[in-house]
């Protein structure tokens, strides 16, 4: 099997290669592979925390909202 160069490597190539493969990848190929899935996790991780703060963002102004209230009330009562 002819090794060849990570860049001239085509996605389409990369995509054809599946690791139950009767074929042993080449370094480059495992490589690209591994690289691949790293951004892909990386990705998914920072859409999954920009998700999590807002969440987080808004029980807090939620919470805040009904203690807010609850002080109110209780201020109204006492005057």
Same mark, same amino acid.
């Given at each position: 099997?002819?090794?060849?160069?990570?860049?001239?490597?085509?996605? #389409? *190539?990369?995509?054809?290669? %599946?690791?139950?493969?009767?074929?042993?990848?080449?370094? =480059?190929?495992?490589? +690209?592979?591994? @690289?691949?899935?790293?951004?892909?996790?990386?990705?998914?991780? #920072? *859409?999954?925390?920009?998700? %999590?703060?807002?969440?987080?963002?808004?029980?807090?102004? =939620?919470?805040?909202? +009904?203690?807010? @209230?609850?002080?109110?009330?209780?201020?109204?009562?006492?005057?």
């Amino acid at each position: 099997m002819q090794k060849r160069n990570l860049l001239s490597m085509t996605t #389409e *190539e990369l995509n054809s290669y %599946r690791l139950t493969s009767m074929e042993e990848p080449t370094d =480059e190929m495992l490589e +690209a592979i591994m @690289k691949e899935a790293c951004e892909e996790a990386m990705r998914e991780n #920072e *859409e999954i925390e920009t998700r %999590r703060a807002a969440r987080l963002r808004k029980l807090v102004a =939620e919470r805040r909202k +009904a203690w807010q @209230k609850r002080i109110d009330e209780t201020v109204r009562h006492e005057c």
